[in-house]
């Protein structure tokens, strides 16, 4: 480093002077021969680690590096499960899997709501080659995504024709079709129909005109296969157990690019773990010491994202000040560079959720939708399925489609499991109303006396969280004039409005 010393004041310089030469200055002290760590007391000789001490640290090393590259990967794992689970009900890669009355409990996955119809179709461009996806115009909200859910295309009302292909394609693109290329093999389609004044057989029966086939069949093209989901019981979540989750990852990054200018967030990945027995081209095999490391990495990479997800720590974090309502999403999905960098919001929402598209970022007036969670009551204590809750939901709310509040379970983050089959409420269920126009929802193990059309049954000893979803939202929502407060504990009903 060249530094001017004429442009330094003495003062400055002769500090300058001094640090530099107290830092060059070496020891002549012995080298100690034991040091107390975290991981207990590390041993050297001359200074250098004692073969046991070496061991000790790589397993350190590797361990650390294991519980990175999890919460580096989980998306990827569990986008890839849920194209396990789809196969694992009889849905090909390519079929178009559509939830026609509405994704109920059975479907164990992230988030799911009883709103809107669901279709998702994964596509393997390295099976199939490219994939042609089309979209007539209709009442509908989605996109295509890569294997990481990186969004690659949003596809709202007017629909569109897209042709799926991997990074490298260089083949024809037919007219009227718009080419994605995706940096993974395997690429999913997305969409949801929206339900107007009531008409679910419409909304779905937009998600089923959809078609899917390959490039190769495009002058002759097969009908898409429908598979109805409603009612299946279908596991899409990430393993939870490490010794399933490492093999899965294993084998969903087969499907990523290893070249760094396409994906280097893949290469990152991979070098972490291969010295984990974790690499793009082999089978997974890892020895005793390296499926220790990982499973033990892999239980503390999923408390880690529990404490993140739950109580996250990140700044305007909470949407409505001085209550418990969080914004579901913190990071900008159309960043690709902000999307991987910022770990945390990462993690804080792709541990909930999946495919984050902007429309649930950006603010558009009567489009889109916008989500707000929340996991604790208005003293800030986490919401406990043994006890009953009060969510007042303030009448005029800030919509021109719906509005539903689902309730998840703390672990699987699926919809709560009961006898009931029933995890979600909203506008266009029958509930009672106050006279004001506002709408109170009971949550817990029974319900309030008179009040089984507006209550949610839970589970007692298991926490559960909510999403809020407002479907096409007006300004009102944006410029919080209407707010939504928190959830109150009740110990017995009550009285509304009405009952004053």
């Not at 650390?64 to 590259?69: D, G, I, P, T, Y």
């Not at 389609?189 to 779905?204: E, M, N, P």
Request: contains cysteine; glycine residues 6%.
């Amino acid at each position: 480093m060249r530094i001017r010393l004429t442009t330094l004041p003495f003062v400055a310089l002769l500090s300058f002077v001094i640090t530099q030469n107290a830092s060059a200055q070496q020891s002549t002290k012995p080298a100690p021969s034991k040091i107390k760590t975290r991981l207990g007391t590390l041993t050297y000789e001359a200074g250098y680690p004692t073969k046991e001490t070496a061991d000790k640290l790589y397993d350190e090393i590797e361990y650390q590096r294991a519980v990175l590259a999890y919460q580096l990967v989980d998306n990827l794992v569990s986008y890839y499960s849920m194209d396990v689970g789809f196969q694992e009900a009889g849905a090909d890669e390519g079929d178009l899997i559509v939830w026609e009355r509405f994704a109920d409990p059975k479907l164990i996955a992230l988030t799911p709501n009883h709103t809107t119809i669901y279709g998702m179709s994964f596509l393997n461009l390295d099976r199939d080659g490219p994939m042609i996806v089309e979209v007539p115009p209709s009442p509908f909200l989605g996109g295509l995504f890569d294997l990481w859910m990186v969004p690659l295309v949003g596809i709202n009302a007017p629909g569109g024709k897209f042709l799926v292909a991997r990074h490298d394609y260089e083949g024809p693109v037919p007219n009227g079709v718009k080419l994605i290329r995706s940096r993974t093999g395997i690429a999913a389609f997305f969409g949801r129909g929206l339900v107007i004044k009531g008409d679910v057989k419409t909304a779905a029966q937009t998600v089923k005109n959809c078609r899917i086939y390959p490039l190769s069949q495009q002058k002759n093209p097969p009908p898409t296969k429908i598979v109805p989901a409603t009612g299946v019981a279908i596991d899409t979540i990430s393993p939870t157990i490490p010794d399933d989750f490492w093999p899965r990852a294993a084998k969903a990054l087969s499907y990523v690019s290893t070249d760094k200018s396409v994906d280097p967030d893949a290469t990152l990945v991979l070098s972490l773990l291969k010295p984990l027995g974790i690499t793009h081209d082999k089978p997974f095999n890892p020895n005793a010491r390296q499926r220790r490391i990982l499973n033990d990495a892999g239980k503390m990479a999923w408390h880690h994202s529990l404490a993140i997800s739950f109580a996250p720590r990140l700044k305007d974090v909470i949407y409505y000040p001085e209550t418990q309502w969080e914004w579901v999403l913190m990071l900008d999905p159309t960043l690709r560079d902000g999307f991987w960098r910022d770990l945390d919001a990462r993690i804080n929402y792709y541990f909930q959720g999946t495919m984050a598209l902007p429309a649930m970022k950006n603010k558009a007036i009567g489009k889109g939708s916008q989500y707000l969670r929340s996991s604790r009551d208005a003293k800030g204590n986490w919401l406990d399925g043994k006890n009953t809750y009060r969510l007042r939901v303030p009448r005029n709310p800030p919509i021109e489609l719906n509005w539903s509040v689902t309730l998840y379970d703390y672990e699987t983050r699926s919809q709560i499991q009961t006898d009931t089959n029933v995890a979600a409420l909203g506008s266009d269920d029958k509930l009672q109303k106050n006279a004001d126009g506002s709408v109170d929802l009971y949550f817990g193990p029974k319900a309030p006396k008179g009040k089984e059309s507006n209550w949610v049954k839970t589970i007692p000893g298991r926490g559960w969280w909510v999403w809020f979803r407002f479907y096409s939202p007006t300004e009102s929502f944006f410029d919080k004039s209407w707010k939504l407060p928190d959830f109150e504990k009740i110990d017995s009903v009550v009285k509304t409005p009405t009952e004053r």
